[in-house]
Structures are given as C-alpha cells and as structure tokens.
C-alpha cells in the first residue's frame, strides 16, 4: 500500500536519519582528545617462567619508560650457559631467561634485566629481594658484610646470597636468591637466580660463571682473576693443606678458592670446598643460618647459634666449626678469619657420606696452614 500516509511516514524516518547523522558528523569535526592509557601490569601477575607463580624478578623500575641505552650484542646476553638450563620465552624487560629443574619437583628461575640509569641503587634492590623473601631490610653496614663481588671487564659486579621462605610458599619452588647487579655508564645490569635452596646452592657456580662470562663481552673469563671475588693479589700464596685420600679435586670455579668431590659407598656424593672472602664474611649467626636454609632447616636464635658453635684447635689456631643435620642431607663448616681474610670449609652430602669422611675432614681442617 502506497498511500499518502506511508509516503508521509517515510519521509519522516528519512529526515529523522539525515540529522542523525548529521548530528554525528558535527560531533566529529569538534576537536576531541583522544587519551591514551598505560596499563601497568600487577606486582604478583608479572609473566616470567610458567614453571614458577608470584615470583617476578623484574625491578619496579621496569615499569617505569626506561632510559634510552645502546642494545647489548646478542653473544653479551647469553653469554656461557649451562647445558641444563632451559631457555625461556622472553618477557617484561628480561633480556636472558632461563629455568632449571632439580630433584622431587624442585625449579629456579634465573634471568637478565637491563635498566637505564641507576635503577634503585644497590641497597634498594637487595632490600627488595630479602622483603620477597619475607625478610626484613638491611642497612649499608650489612650490606658491606654479606656482598660480595667480581671483577669483570664491564665493572665491578655486586653479588648477594640471600635465603628466606614467605609465607605460604613453595619451598620446591623458593627459598633463596643469588643476584647480581652491575652498574656501568648509562645502565644496571641485574642477574638473579630464585628457587628452591638446595637447587640454586647446587647452580650457583654455574650462575657465578654465567655472570661473569656476560659481563666479560659473552666469553668465558680468560682467567681465574678475572672472576674471582675480590680479595688480597697473593690469596694463593696464603694458605696450603693436606688433601686427604679419596678425595678427588675438582676445578675452582668463580665462587670457590678449592672443590673437592667424595664418593660413598653407594655411589652418592658429598661435596668439599673452600671459599674466602676479604673482611669478616658475615656474622656467625647469618651464615650459620644462610647454610640451615640451604638443607631446608628453619633458622635459628642469635643467641642458640652461639650454644651450637664448636671449637675445633688446629697447629694454626682455632676454627669454629657446626653440625648441621636434616632428614637426608648434612653439613659440616669451619670457619676462620685472619689478616682481613675470612675462610670458610664445608662438606655437604648424604648424612652417611658425611659421617663416613667426617675424620679426614676434622683433619683436612687440622692440616691448614697460612703462610706469613
């Protein structure tokens, strides 16, 4: 039907449509401003390793429009990776992702960020990283005590040890972090490895070596010096000892003055090493209780560190040694200092390897001697 009433109708609908739009095309005209939002991704749903939750290592100056900085080559970056390191996609600001994985479900994470700038300060970062491990901050002093550090061609690198399980936390899948961090010009380098205890001790040289091979342009260090911490230039003429039999020496790698390795009698393994460090290596009670945390032992007391310490008397002075024992795993350390110079002995291994060789290393200890 085509009435004139339809055809009034439509003529209708048809102007109701022309102002519309014309309504619309006005409102374009105007100017308008378009705003544009950064969407900042929370603290805990970070993406790194979808092996590990809740744990982002990036800074939180990462989230911050970094400063403009020369890109690191790509042999910089990766630098010499363990073979058992697992290649991870990249994320956030990381320029190096890595996991390892251990044994009864254990992982760590490890990775490369690179920041313009300070980004923080060396302080700052470590309180941040002891605050994701449920541990309260520290100050400068502390700071100077517990760092140590590795010369490279890049600068000097800061390392720390840290221990510490939040609460409600994973302990197969945290419990420790070693980090590096090295400020050069115009950037921060920051290395962090964060994991299960037992399964970032057991990769901390390779983490070491790792470090220093990135900071030394990509290639491994051309010598011993040039990652070792930094100590006395005649550290190798200072000391000497008896190696007892059995135990077979294995290389010194960045963090370790002398490894050895010891078998049982059902092929399982105890490690020995020596480590030194310039100063006072931390107070007994903070590396008695770094080592607790190793073996998955809680710490203890200030005051019951001391009533667990024994003294053991050697030809060149006493060392204070401890016992550390868990469910499957045991520790023995001793411990000295002298002219600015702290040295540490361990064995850690399966309790009845290290029962097995707990004489010779009483007297490995015994066998020590510091030249003048």
Known sequence: MTGPSVRVRFAHWWIAVICLASLLLSGCNKKSEIKVYRVVRPEGDRQGSSEISGMGDTPPEANAPPQPMAAMPSTATTGSVPTNWQAQPLAQMRQS?????????????????????????????????????????????????????????????????????????????????????????????????????????SQKDDFVKWVASVCNGGAEPSSAAAAAPSGPPSASAQIKWKTPEGWKEAPASSMRYASFTVLGPNNERADISVVTFPGEGGSDADNVNRWRGQIGLPPLENGAVAGALTSLNTPNGPFATIDITNADKRMLAAWTRRAGQSWFFKIVGPGGVVEQEKSRFVEFVRSVEFQP
């Not at 700052?124 to 590795?150: C, Y």
């Open 97 to 201: 992702s890595y996991l390892v994985k251990g044994e009864n479900g254990a992982v760590a994470d490890i990775s490369l960020v690179r920041l313009g700038g300070g980004a923080g300060g060396t302080l700052d970062n470590v309180n941040r990283w002891l605050s994701q491990l449920g541990q309260p901050p520290i100050d400068e002093a502390k700071l100077a005590q517990i760092a140590q550090h590795l010369n490279t061609s890049m600068g000097d690198v800061t390392v720390v040890d840290l221990t510490g399980l939040p609460p409600g936390a994973d302990a197969a899948r945290d419990g420790r972090i070693i980090a590096a961090l090295v400020q050069t010009t115009d950037s921060t380098l920051f290395f962090k490895m964060r994991g299960n205890s037992e399964l970032v001790e």
